[in-house]
């Protein structure tokens, strides 16, 4: 069955602070992976998308990795700020045929406190 | 970058009342667009996946009569709630899949979303 899954949950952490989220994923065949951030209220905005060929891939502050060997990935969120607070959505594209079907995990809640 | 326009925002109505929402892919075509429901601080919930020119799938436990999408242009779908009541008071948000016009990259793009209040 293909499936996402993140982890942890929710986090919390001081301003200024690093934070790894994760992502485990049983998707298969895999055709990508991306990173969202969802502020309350609003729609996700992409971070970061990642092909089988790519390990690592950062903008700005974020940077994820990608094995997908082990069929995992992490967003790594350097110096926090006030602003990162929000949710963190992993998603995983089949490849294969005209109608893909996407896989999106539960999402990470971070809250970063001053 | 691939802009998906979802509106209204925010939409208040009174029970029994049908509401439409709109979700707009402004510079690629959408052969595919992804309803969802948020309920607060919780994790968004597919309801439906549809193709242009196709009927919409909906996922396990979503009434499709409730719930009604049409997918009709390659830069237009909509979702009807149809004959509303204070428990469909969600956020709903629209995605879309397409190739960019330019890059003609593969591109998933999320709207705004828009907040329904059912009175």
């Known amino acids: 069955k293909n499936q996402v899954e993140q982890s942890p949950q929710s986090l919390i952490i001081l301003e200024g602070k690093n934070c790894t989220l994760q992502?485990?994923?049983?998707?298969?065949?895999?055709?990508?992976l991306r990173w969202y951030k969802q502020d309350t209220g609003r729609g996700p905005v992409s971070l970061t998308i990642?092909?089988?060929?790519?390990n690592t891939k950062s903008n700005g502050r974020y940077t994820a990795t990608l094995d997908a060997d082990t069929k995992q990935s992490s967003l790594h969120i350097t110096a926090s700020q006030l602003s990162d607070s929000a949710s963190y959505i992993c998603?995983?594209?089949?490849?294969?045929?005209?109608?893909?079907?996407?896989?999106f995990g539960k999402g990470t809640l971070l809250t970063v406190n001053p | 970058g691939a802009v998906v326009s979802q509106h209204p925002s925010w939409v208040i109505c009174k029970s029994g009342t049908s509401v439409k929402i709109e979700c707009r892919s402004l510079?690629?075509?959408?052969?595919?667009m992804f309803w969802y429901r948020q309920f607060p601080k919780q994790s968004l919930m597919l309801m439906a996946t549809?193709?242009?020119?196709?009927?919409?799938?909906?996922e396990q436990g979503v009434e499709k009569d409730k719930f009604l999408i049409n997918h009709a242009s390659l830069t237009l779908s909509t979702l009807t709630v149809t004959s509303a009541h204070p428990e469909d008071s969600s956020f709903y948000i629209c995605?879309?899949?397409?190739?960019?016009?330019?890059?003609?990259?593969?591109?998933?793009?999320f709207g705004a979303g828009s907040r329904l209040t059912v009175l």
């Open positions: 995605s879309a899949s397409g190739r960019g016009r330019h890059s003609g990259a593969n591109v998933l793009t």
């Open positions: 992502c485990n994923y049983t998707v298969s065949p895999f055709s990508n």
């Open positions: 990642m092909t089988f060929s790519e």
């Open positions: 998603v995983v594209r089949r490849s294969g045929g005209s109608n893909y079907k996407l896989t």
């Open positions: 510079d690629f075509q959408a052969t595919t």
């Open positions: 549809s193709n242009e020119g196709s009927k919409a799938t909906y």
